[in-house]
């Protein structure tokens, strides 16, 4: 029995059953308006692209050199392997749409690269934008993914995030409407949210068209304000242990909407950069706890979904002016 709507199952189905397909990250030397002044200064608080950048993946490089790279790690052990070019570091659509478009271009010229993957912020992707990204998706794979990583504006505000669950919404519902597959990230257990708060963002995201979601573990890096924070307002934080999270993240999938894909449960960044040391859990050993997990408690995706939630988060919502970028 399959207790929760896997990724790996779903992209077999897009690409077709025969098709094994791998994620390549790229680093296509963008930055973000929440660095540049534009939204904000110094990033989110959590933040530190160190922490998901594999070693070919940097600037100097060019977008196919990089595809390369990454191709030729894969292609030893799994020859017949097809690719999607994932734009994962920094803002993928912040940039003029001429440069935006030579990118993905540039990417999906390379061979065996069957599709795009572009991570990037709710107020970072004008109308002008997707109607190009819809001509692209529907000739090739494509996913755009929003860093949602909250939906509640108190806790945006605290970690510096630069942008409102409104502007989530609204960037949401405006690429799913092009009929563009829609990726969301959340982090689960950031400073002051409580057990029950996390939980009730499953219903509030079910609310919107999404098609797959990634939930990550908090992780404090060494050297960011976050990491400072937590240093000197320890009493603000709730680092779950292993067992304790696997059990939210279960609560959390019992009331998330059945058909969202979920791509992962944790994240995982070097030890070296880990201001508090991390599970010591490889991805697919923590992906194996929750199904053990999921089987004993007979859990399953959306057993618990309520399909009349209202999208309200429970903290208070202080206002915070729309950024430039999202005019």
């Not at 959590?46 to 950048?53: E, L, P, R, V």
């Not at 709710?122 to 993914?145: G, H, K, Q, W």
């Not at 409104?166 to 597959?181: K, L, S, V």
């Not at 257990?189 to 999404?210: C, M, T, V």
Request: glycine share 6%; charged share 25%.
């Amino acid at each position: 029995m399959q207790r929760y709507n896997e990724f790996g199952n779903w992209l077999k189905e897009q690409l077709g059953v025969k098709v094994k397909a791998q994620k390549i990250s790229l680093n296509a030397g963008f930055t973000c308006p929440n660095r540049d002044g534009r939204v904000g200064i110094g990033g989110c608080t959590y933040c530190n692209n160190q922490t998901f950048n594999p070693d070919y993946c940097v600037t100097d490089k060019t977008v196919a050199r990089q595809l390369e790279e990454g191709k030729s790690f894969f292609a030893r052990k799994y020859p017949e392997m097809k690719y999607l070019a994932y734009f994962q570091a920094y803002t993928n659509t912040y940039d003029s749409i001429d440069n935006l478009r030579a990118k993905y271009e540039e990417a999906l010229s390379v061979p065996d690269v069957v599709g795009l993957v572009i991570g990037t912020r709710p107020d970072c992707m004008p109308d002008a934008l997707l109607d190009y990204l819809s001509e692209v998706n529907r000739r090739t794979f494509l996913i755009v993914e929003y860093g949602v990583e909250s939906v509640y504006d108190t806790t945006l505000q605290h970690i510096n995030r630069g942008h409102t669950h409104a502007q989530t919404i609204d960037a949401i519902t405006r690429t799913a409407a092009r009929g563009i597959r829609v990726g969301a990230h959340l982090i689960l257990g950031l400073p002051q949210e409580s057990r029950e708060e996390l939980i009730a963002e499953a219903g509030i995201l079910s609310a919107l068209p999404l098609t797959t979601l990634k939930l990550h573990q908090l992780q404090l890096i060494k050297g960011t304000r976050m990491a400072e924070e937590y240093a000197q307002q320890p009493a603000d934080f709730h680092l779950f242990t292993a067992e304790e999270y696997i059990d939210l993240v279960i609560d959390f999938v019992e009331r998330l909407r059945p058909d969202i894909v979920l791509e992962r449960f944790v994240s995982q960044s070097p030890s070296s950069l880990l201001a508090v040391e991390g599970w010591g859990l490889k991805n697919h050993e923590f992906v194996a706890k929750v199904r053990c997990r999921m089987e004993e408690r007979d859990a399953r995706q959306g057993r618990l979904f309520i399909p009349s939630s209202a999208p309200a988060p429970s903290q208070t919502q202080p206002h915070i002016p729309t950024s430039p970028a999202s005019r």
